[in-house]
């Protein structure tokens, strides 16, 4: 996938003269974001009424999911790379909405609409010249990367709930059977629907690396107003069938080198480390991987015996709970929050640093280990509803 080539002449600043006044249209927007998003909708809705069915009913929670991607796209007009990365998930994460090329002009005309009503003061005839240039460089890459995909792959699959297992009083273990092969990398994640809430998508990491027998193991926790999380914990039941998009994500293990895994797992962000775990096993590596196991109470540790178990299966794992709040029970149990046990135990030369967890918990945590001297490029992690997130809601 090529990067967009269109009005790119380099300031003394390193950035391209579209970038500059993206970025400025960006900055003026910012402080009217819901504002913004709002129109950005309204007029999308208004001007073609046959696009609302793509989106769900209720549009409250993720509503801003589309311009998000979108703006986020246009923020980084000069790494051409990381555009075609995620803009490539985007379009092929789109095709299981119904999404096709000839949506994407309708898009386009509300997201001037919205940005010129919004910026006021920096909107311009040169500024909607690199808007439009964006916003087309974007959508093509979106429509090839679904087009090619469409060549290979559906544009989701049909699992069936095969177990459903309530771990606490809002945790479940889920073991799906899908309908076709559904290859994956362990660490990656993917977009699940639920049949009573059509069309709202969550993202749910996979919870083992992939299996002989194909089927595929989810945490979920039950959130205040999480409908689809409340749905899968409360109401799923064996049997029931739900949707999902294909696997996405880059949380995954490199296996060109030796060095030794350092997981950060918070919650139910311990699913993609036990996973990364059990690909390591499987390939056979015997690298050192240390595991740091965050929950808030020893109870909310749903997941221990499993680690536990592994930690005695293979002599290369250490598996450390690590609790933030509440009593804790002694044995080998540690206080506090992860990042910060994580330092404690450092500095972790010759690891690689996987995280996942609540978001403030990975931005900690890649604080952490950039101050003790990690390098990024060594230091992996996904954000659900961030840069990786797909999807118009
Ligand atoms: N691939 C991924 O990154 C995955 C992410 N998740 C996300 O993980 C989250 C899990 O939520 P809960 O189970 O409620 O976790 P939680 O809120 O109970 O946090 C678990 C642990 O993370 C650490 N932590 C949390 N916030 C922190 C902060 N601001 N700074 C430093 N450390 C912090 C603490 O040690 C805490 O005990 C959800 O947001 C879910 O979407 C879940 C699965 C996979």
Not at 113 to 140: F, H, N, P
Not at 362 to 389: C, K, Q, T
Request: hydrophobic share 40%; glycine share 10%; with cysteine.
């Amino acid at each position: 996938m090529d990067a967009p080539a269109t009005g790119w002449t380099e300031d003394g600043t390193g950035r391209s003269a579209d970038a500059i006044l993206i970025h400025r249209t960006l900055t003026e927007i910012s402080p009217v974001a819901d504002q913004t998003t709002s129109y950005f909708y309204a007029l999308l809705f208004v001007r073609h009424p046959e696009l609302r069915e793509l989106f769900p009913v209720a549009m409250d929670v993720q509503r801003d999911r589309l311009l998000r991607a979108i703006l986020t796209a246009a923020d980084r007009l000069d790494d051409p790379r990381a555009l075609a990365e995620y803009l490539g998930e985007l379009g092929r994460g789109h095709r299981k909405y119904g999404t096709r090329p000839v949506h994407y002009p309708a898009v386009g005309e509300a997201l001037m609409g919205a940005l010129s009503r919004y910026a006021t003061t920096t909107w311009d005839g040169a500024t909607e010249a690199a808007w439009v240039r964006a916003y087309t460089a974007i959508s093509q890459i979106m429509i090839d990367a679904a087009a090619e995909d469409e060549q290979r792959s559906p544009a989701w699959w049909h699992a069936e709930i095969v177990s459903h297992d309530l771990r606490t009083r809002d945790i479940a273990v889920l073991t799906l059977r899908p309908g076709q092969a559904y290859p994956f990398l362990a660490g990656q994640y993917t977009a699940v629907e639920t049949p009573w809430w059509p069309r709202n998508w969550r993202h749910y990491s996979f919870a083992s690396a992939p299996r002989p027998d194909g089927l595929l193991t989810f945490h979920i926790k039950a959130v205040p107003a999480g409908w689809v999380s409340n749905a899968l914990v409360h109401r799923a039941r064996p049997g029931d069938i739900l949707r999902l998009g294909p696997p996405t994500g880059s949380m995954t293990v490199d296996h060109s080198t030796h060095n030794g895994l350092l997981c950060l797992g918070g919650g139910t962000g311990i699913a993609p480390i036990k996973a990364l775990v059990e690909d390591v096993a499987e390939h056979g590596d015997r690298r050192p991987v240390e595991v740091f196991y965050g929950a808030r109470s020893d109870h909310d540790l749903y997941d221990i015996d499993t680690m536990m178990r592994l930690q005695r299966t293979y002599p290369w794992l250490a598996v450390r709970p690590v609790v933030s709040t509440g009593p804790g029970t002694g044995g080998g149990l540690m206080r506090g929050l992860l990042p910060e046990a994580v330092r404690e135990c450092g500095p972790w030369p010759e690891y690689e640093a996987y995280l996942s967890g609540p978001p403030g918990m990975i931005r900690s945590g890649v604080d952490v280990l950039r101050g003790i001297g990690m390098p990024a490029e060594r230091i992996r992690h996904d954000f659900f509803d961030g840069l990786a997130a797909t999807g118009p809601a």
